[in-house]
């Protein structure tokens, strides 16, 4: 009872110590917390303020009116102070604009020193006021513009306001709290705080204080003897203190103490009393029943002791039964163990018993069959010696589940053999318990090696059968999609071409609904010729079939080409390029075609992506030895989880019906893969969505000068184009009757006499009528094609013997191979599908300038024509 109580009234001493430790601890945490949201708080409004559009703007007259009306919104700010740099004061609102000296408002330039350095937010120490009551704190903030430092701008905070975070907190009578800045000064106390304020604080500051400090011995001012638990401010750097009186600790474990040993010398004396009464009546018998006990250990028991207690008698009597019943069960326990033997020793399964250590204590032959050693052997290993490395850790574990649980398990495991050879079994494990406590294991093992090796097989073909069927249906679900999307989109500006097809068979009058169907039906042609470029370009990447013609160029010149080429669709989305060109990039190895393309997907999606009054920019800077080119836009941006496979063929931020821009996600993988063959690199970066996004292709400079720069595609006006054909006999050969007529149109309006012809038969009687100046045909036609056709074609001018005839093939077969078959046949330029007229124009004008030897220009050779962006 002394002990048990003794026990209590610690334990209770010690709860209600642990109990004051522990609210202590919190409510320092607390008041670290809540000067962290304080100050965060400040920190945020006084970035708000720093975004002012009269400080971006200058405006300090403005700005200061700005800035006296925050502090007039906040009760404990005393002043607002604005710092360039150099620490000189450019505005505060306690003093006149014009009147401000060289120094920092009061002085304190530790923490503008630090913000500056930092760029981060700085809380400096307490500065003394006019009076105590008036001391304060500067939270400072510098202001940037773009990664350039501008301002510093600083909020003079009241020291009350962190007495107020004291005073929240409700400190009982046995509690208060201090607050301690890094200078180890008092910035508030919850107790007469103008007593207090700027002293240095009695209670040392950790360097690091743990979130679980545990509370320190100290004194207060007054002398008197405290506990005390401090928390670090995060933001700010300081340290919240709450203090206890060691009195209010320890006074009741002393009052406790006292209470025990009273009551606990009282108990003790009345306990040796009535053990020294009862004893003597107790121990007598018993010492005579001890002696009959040991003489029925020996087996020596013939007579029963008498004793004058009856419980003692009654034991006496129990003894000699139990000697008795001990014989008979001698005789049938040898008796069933040796019919047990036999049993295990005939058994098909492996029988083994264990300690619970992984002792082996027992084995059958069965077993020793099955780990491939004598007995003798066995019993002198553990478990650790015979099962597999892999599985003894689990092994392990089963042993110990099973001691301490007794519940039977049932697993599958492996042995190790002498030659190395791995057997599996399976093995059922008991546990046995002896003289009522948990005493060995029983454990009965199969050997399973083969079904494992099966199940292994069944299991291996199972997942190839998985994986197959996974990616199966992975790509299936890629290739429905991806039709759906490309059906999709080629149908779109199908509709819109046929919807104003109807519109212009109406005969409309209005010039303005002409031009509007004209431009319409022009750029939906022009969209679905890109889309099915898009698509060849992609197909000759993967085939490994895409040429390119690699010379030295000036990046300057593809960049104003791609430019000037969606300018026009900046204009009438109302953004704004900016172009930032360092003249000191030298020239590249590159195909100028390819480039553009690059670029122009580029721009597409920036433009497509940036909503109106947006910007884009183009910038071009040198990088070591290579030349770095950056898209940047102020656009919805690119999602995390999107931005890393944003260069993936078929890949779409949105591939739903309801999304807001079309196309099949082809022009950025075709852009990844054109500069990579070019030697370079690029990537997209984006903050995140809403935020813009940064499009960045690196590309090796060239090592040597740079060559005639590429030539651009100059565009005429109409009234340049009535002449630059004026007397040329142009046969043209299509079995498109559309193509035909509108071919001849625009041929006819640049002063060529054209012939047209629907098939090579048509094609041979004009030739017997006129010989042409120039040959322009399509490929693909019915009965005989345009490769038939030039064949006979230059035979035929063999026989009229007025030289060679320039040939152009106008033709949708578009991929690499059909351009070597069409000119390896005869023709001289190949030139693919859609085309715009003025296009067709300068081409033929191009032949025809080269083809005559008397011009002082040798004739043309075949080449192949790609009609790009700029077209």
Excluded at 135 to 151: G, T
Excluded at 527 to 546: C, E, N, P, T, V
Excluded at 841 to 854: E, G, N, T, W
């Amino acid at each position: 009872m002394v002990v048990f109580t003794a026990w209590l009234s610690m334990s209770l001493s010690a709860e209600r110590r642990s109990t004051v430790e522990r609210e202590t601890a919190d409510s320092a945490r607390a008041v670290g917390n809540n000067i962290d949201r304080e100050l965060a708080a400040v920190v945020g409004t006084l970035n708000i303020l720093g975004m002012s559009r009269n400080l971006q703007a200058g405006d300090l007259v403005r700005f200061r009116d700005d800035a006296e009306r925050r502090v007039t919104t906040q009760s404990h700010w005393i002043a607002v102070v604005l710092s360039d740099p150099s620490g000189r004061e450019l505005m505060n609102t306690r003093r006149p604009l014009a009147n401000h000296p060289d120094s920092v408002f009061e002085g304190d330039r530790e923490s503008l020193i630090r913000a500056m350095k930092t760029g981060l937010p700085a809380v400096g120490g307490l500065q003394p006021g006019a009076s105590p009551a008036d001391a304060y704190f500067a939270v400072r903030v510098p202001v940037f513009e773009d990664v350039r430092l501008v301002y510093v701008l600083s909020a003079m905070i009241s020291a009350g306001n962190i007495r107020d975070i004291l005073v929240e907190q409700k400190l009982t009578a046995e509690r208060f709290g201090v607050v301690v800045d890094p200078h180890g000064r008092i910035v508030a106390h919850s107790e007469a705080h103008a007593e207090f304020v700027g002293k240095t604080s009695p209670y040392p500051v950790s360097p690091q204080v743990s979130p679980t400090q545990i509370w320190t011995g100290g004194v207060d001012s007054g002398g008197r003897a405290v506990y005390y638990t401090q928390a670090r401010s995060n933001v700010s750097g300081w340290t919240a203190v709450a203090v206890v009186p060691a009195l209010v600790v320890d006074q009741p474990f002393w009052r406790s103490v006292r209470a025990v040993t009273t009551g606990g010398l009282g108990f003790l004396l009345l306990g040796i009393l009535a053990a020294t009464i009862l004893g003597r009546r107790i121990t007598g018998p018993i010492r005579v029943l001890a002696g009959s006990a040991y003489e029925l250990c020996s087996g020596r028991l013939t007579r029963r002791p008498r004793s004058p207690v009856a419980e003692v008698d009654a034991m006496s009597e129990a003894l000699l039964h139990a000697g008795l019943q001990r014989a008979d069960a001698d005789r049938n326990l040898r008796d069933r163990e040796e019919r047990l033997s036999a049993i295990v020793d005939q058994a098909t399964a492996g029988i083994v018993q264990s300690d619970l250590t992984g002792r082996l204590t027992f084995v059958n032959d069965r077993f020793c069959e099955l780990v491939q050693r004598p007995r003798e052997e066995v019993l002198l290993r553990r478990v650790e010696d015979i099962v597999h490395s892999d599985d003894l850790r689990a092994f392990r574990d089963i042993l110990r589940d099973l001691e301490s649980t007794g519940r039977s398990r049932t697993f599958d495991t492996r042995f190790v053999q002498p030659s190395g050879r791995v057997v599996w079994a399976n093995v059922s494990i008991s546990r046995i318990r002896e003289l009522g406590q948990p005493g060995s294991a029983l454990a009965v093992v199969t050997e399973i090696t083969d079904r494992k090796a099966v199940e292994a097989e069944r299991a291996a073909l199972l997942a190839r059968e998985r994986l197959a069927r996974s990616e199966a249906e992975k790509a299936n679900q890629a290739k429905d999609q991806f039709l759906a999307t490309l059906s999709h989109e080629l149908r779109t500006p199908l509709n819109s071409l046929r919807l104003w097809a109807g519109v212009l068979r109406q005969q409309p009058l209005d010039p303005a609904t002409l031009a509007k169907a004209v431009d319409t039906i022009d750029r939906n042609a022009a969209l679905q010729a890109q889309l099915i470029d898009d698509l060849l370009d992609i197909s000759r990447i993967a085939s490994g079939k895409l040429r390119l013609e690699m010379r030295p160029l000036d990046l300057r010149s593809v960049i104003e080409s791609a430019v000037e080429t969606v300018r026009a669709a900046a204009d009438d989305k109302g953004l704004k390029i900016a172009r930032a060109l360092d003249s000191d990039v030298g020239p590249i190895m590159g195909d100028a075609t390819r480039l553009q393309q690059v670029l122009w997907n580029l721009l597409t999606n920036a433009l497509k992506f940036t909503p109106r009054g947006g910007r884009v920019e183009v910038l071009l800077r040198r990088r070591g030895g290579h030349a770095e080119l950056r898209v940047q836009d102020t656009g919805q941006g690119i999602a995390p989880d999107l931005l890393p496979r944003i260069f993936d063929r078929f890949r779409q931020g949105d591939s739903s019906t309801t999304r807001v821009q079309g196309g099949l996600g082809l022009g950025l993988a075709i852009a990844r893969q054109l500069v990579e063959l070019h030697g370079g690199g690029i990537k997209a970066e984006s903050p995140g969505e809403g935020q813009g996004t940064t499009m960045t292709v690196v590309l090796p400079l060239a090592h040597r000068a740079v060559g005639e720069p590429a030539r651009s595609s100059a565009r005429h006006e109409p009234s340049e184009m009535t002449s630059i054909l004026a007397g040329v006999r142009v046969l043209f050969v299509d079995d498109d009757a559309d193509a035909r007529e509108a071919c001849a149109m625009s041929l006819s309006w640049a002063g060529a006499s054209v012939v047209t012809a629907a098939s090579v038969a048509e094609a041979l009687r004009a030739l017997q009528r006129e010989w042409p100046d120039v040959l322009v045909s399509d490929i693909g036609m019915p009965g005989e094609d345009g490769l038939s056709l030039i064949g006979r074609f230059r035979r035929l001018e063999l026989a009229h013997g007025g030289g060679p005839v320039p040939a152009v093939a106008l033709t949708a077969y578009a991929s690499d191979e059909d351009a070597v078959r069409i000119l390896a046949a005869g023709y001289q330029v190949h030139v693919k599908k859609p085309i715009e007229p003025f296009v067709l124009v300068d081409i033929l004008a191009d032949v025809l300038d080269r083809r005559a030897p008397s011009s002082g220009s040798a004739a043309p050779g075949p080449r192949e024509h790609e009609n790009d962006p700029a077209d």
